[in-house]
């Protein structure tokens, strides 16, 4: 919803750094396809894992892994 009223898909701040990479280590397989079809960089950098792939790798989420992969991680 709030990618829809325009919120900026690649925000950096707070804990994880940005959206993909909270939800990538929270496991949130329909939300990390959400922001990648909204155009969220697979590769940005920040937050306490450095970016969604080491996120989703530490947390042990090998389909988010999968799909973070797929799409040029």
């Given at each position: 919803?709030?990618?829809?009223?325009?919120?900026?898909?690649?925000?950096?701040g707070?804990?994880?750094?940005?959206?993909?990479?909270a939800?990538?280590?929270?496991?949130?397989?329909?939300?990390?396809?959400?922001?990648?079809?909204?155009?969220?960089?697979?590769n940005?950098?920040?937050?306490?894992?450095?970016?969604?792939?080491?996120?989703?790798?530490?947390?042990?989420?090998?389909?988010?892994?999968?799909?973070?992969?797929?799409?040029?991680?």
């Amino acid at each position: 919803m709030l990618l829809d009223k325009g919120a900026e898909v690649n925000a950096q701040g707070g804990r994880f750094g940005n959206a993909l990479q909270a939800a990538s280590s929270k496991g949130h397989g329909k939300i990390v396809q959400m922001l990648l079809d909204k155009g969220a960089e697979v590769n940005a950098q920040g937050g306490i894992f450095g970016n969604a792939l080491q996120a989703a790798s530490s947390k042990g989420h090998g389909k988010i892994v999968q799909m973070l992969l797929d799409k040029g991680a």
